[in-house]
């Protein structure tokens, strides 16, 4: 499932959710569903934070550290 597929599932749950409830499976689907979704942009981020330089004014890159 791509995560076009998984929004789109997120959001008719939810519109379902609004509008007439959801069944117990419904709901753990959509805690599942929302899992996948916030870890892959936790992922993403990470990424691009892990590619990110700070460039001084003397014209030093310097990588970001993690906090520790």
């Known amino acids: 499932m791509d995560m076009n597929e998984v929004i789109a599932r997120i959001n008719e749950l939810a519109k379902k959710a609004k509008q007439e409830g959801l069944t117990p499976e419904e709901?753990?689907?959509r805690d599942k569903l929302r899992r996948i979704y916030i870890d892959s942009?936790?992922?993403?981020?990470?990424?691009?934070?892990?590619?990110t330089y700070i460039v001084r004014p003397d014209g030093t890159k310097e990588k970001l550290q993690r906090k520790q």
Do not use: R
């Open 41 to 51: 942009v936790k992922a993403s981020l990470t990424g691009h934070l892990d590619n």
């Open 27 to 29: 709901t753990a689907e």
